[in-house]
């Protein structure tokens, strides 16, 4: 595996990363019967659904999700009808505490235990209460600093202009690992989405189902310090630097928002398949500008190999169908071999409405 990738060069990692959890820590409002005439008109922001019933806003917040192999390990569970009916600690079903033998970290008790204690500190955490800080230690900080100075580096030429935009608004820096409450409040600010702490992946339905209520599940921990430009999994450096900048720009935060919606209530197959969709968007998106391609999902801006191997030439891009079957996540070498190639975030976003209104109407 080629080292200078990031979080994503295994299939599973990418399938856990869309899963893995980090919920916002803001009091939120649960819904009431007024937002509610079936799950097909559900819409916790306001926006206007295709049944043509407008739903009040609230204070109410996000989703999320987990491997097809542990599909039926879970329940399906009922429409979550806030923030507060999605578990955040009861299913983790992968990392966290738990490595598999080929992670750069299994045979290294102490960054063992230090993944525990905080995997632990997120599942004992309550909405409504600030996310915990953590205590990063100046190892910690060093692996942030080294893959922050690398990553910052190809942004100007490798990152839409809309994450370049948001990331002004963080001040990040090499000295200094952010806490995710101030994240949270940051992008509270600006687009409404709140973070929330989780111990390990999701399950692909409570992922996606907190999207709906602009709440972005996130990791605290971070990759083992071996090989700091490389995890086989989300860290907390993958989650800063490829997911909050993004969530604080209100173009890109409907984008998510929506498929999140269409998430809730729908079938096992439909989450499926909007798994694939926020993979290939949020996760690996890109986006065409004046001067080329750019990179907008999360698993290329933090990640200083792939990012990079967008721009290289050799993988393809196509345009992106919600409707049509999603092809299976494709690797050489370490990387995709297709990205999708969104034109505008309303462009995408529209396309993406439109296929949260026939799944609703579906059901
Ligand atoms: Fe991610």
Redesign the pocket.
């Given at each position: 595996m080629n080292s200078s990738c990031s979080a994503f060069h295994a299939k599973m990692a990418v399938l856990q990363?869309?899963f893995i959890i980090a919920y916002h820590s803001r009091s939120t409002t649960p819904l009431n019967k007024k937002h509610f005439c079936s799950k097909k008109c559900f819409r916790p922001s306001g926006h206007r659904l295709g049944t043509g019933i407008r739903i009040a806003p609230t204070q109410s917040q996000q989703l999320p999700g987990y491997p097809l192999k542990v599909w039926n390990a879970i329940e399906t569970p009922s429409i979550p009808r806030s923030i507060h009916d999605i578990p955040n600690g009861d299913h983790i079903l992968g990392f966290g505490a738990n490595l598999a033998k080929d992670h750069p970290g299994y045979h290294d008790e102490e960054y063992k235990r230090r993944r525990s204690s905080i995997a632990d500190m997120a599942k004992k955490h309550k909405i409504g209460e600030q996310i915990p800080a953590i205590e990063y230690t100046t190892e910690e900080i060093d692996v942030w600093g080294q893959v922050l100075t690398k990553l910052s580096a190809l942004y100007p030429t490798h990152a839409c202009k809309e994450y370049l935009e948001s990331f002004r608004l963080f001040n990040f820096s090499p000295n200094r690992i952010p806490q995710l409450e101030e994240l949270s409040q940051i992008t509270g600010h600006h687009t409404g989405w709140k973070i929330r702490p989780v111990a390990g992946l999701l399950h692909p339905r409570q992922f996606l189902n907190g999207l709906a209520f602009k709440t972005f599940h996130s990791t605290q921990y971070i990759r083992h310090p071996s090989n700091p430009i490389y995890t086989p999994e989300?860290d907390i450096c993958?989650e800063i630097l490829?997911?909050v900048p993004m969530l604080a720009h209100p173009d890109f935060a409907q984008l998510a928002e929506l498929i999140g919606l269409a998430s809730l209530g729908a079938s096992d197959k439909e989450i499926w398949h909007l798994t694939k969709l926020y993979w290939y968007t949020v996760?690996f998106g890109t986006i065409l500008e004046d001067d080329g391609v750019k990179a907008f999902g999360?698993?290329l801006l933090s990640s200083f190999g792939e990012i990079q191997h967008m721009k290289s030439g050799k993988p393809i891009f196509q345009d992106l169908d919600p409707f049509a079957k999603l092809p299976k996540m494709s690797y050489k070498d370490g990387f995709q071999n297709m990205y999708f190639l969104c034109h505008s975030f309303s462009d995408v976003s529209a396309k993406i409405q439109s296929y949260l209104e026939t799944i609703q109407s579906a059901n």
């Open positions: 990363c869309q989300p993958h490829g997911h996760e999360a698993g």
